[in-house]
């Protein structure tokens, strides 16, 4: 036999002998079964407890407003832009980095990509 299927027999094995013993195992003495009164109350229970922890909640004060956060979200994805042109440009292109920020170089590569020969 292959691998495989002594693999597949063994997996079937062991499962045919967990079924066993679940089957033979001594059932569970069962609570009472509870009436529907009580399941209602139970209910209601639960729906008074979570009335009262929403009433007794204090209001989240957040340290950094949402609007500051978006702000602050877009001044680091323009620096990281800044950043990876001047990095793009100047160490991988072996350019001097400041002239990636300048428009005559951006006017350059515009006039190359649009050249219409």
């Known amino acids: 036999m292959s691998t495989n299927q ?3 027999t063994s997996r079937r094995a062991l499962k045919e002998e967990n079924h066993a013993t679940k089957k033979t ?3 569970k003495e069962s609570p ?3 009436s529907a009164s009580d399941k209602q109350s139970r209910k209601q229970q ?3 407890q979570k009335a009262e922890r929403l009433e007794n909640r204090r209001p989240r004060r957040r340290i950094f407003p949402i609007w500051l ?3 602050i979200v877009l001044i680091l994805a323009a620096a ?3 950043a990876g042109l001047m990095i793009g440009y100047g160490i991988i292109g072996d350019g001097v980095p400041t002239d990636a ?7 350059h590569i515009i006039d190359i990509v649009t050249k219409a020969e």
Do not use: F, G, N
Not at 101 to 107: A, D, M, R, V
């Open 80 to 82: 990281a832009l800044v």
């Open 69 to 71: 956060r978006i702000i």
């Open 46 to 48: 639960k729906l008074k």
């Open 32 to 34: 009472k079964a509870s």
């Open 101 to 107: 920020l300048k428009k005559e170089t951006w006017q």
């Open 6 to 8: 002594s693999e597949k």
């Open 25 to 27: 195992k001594a059932p």
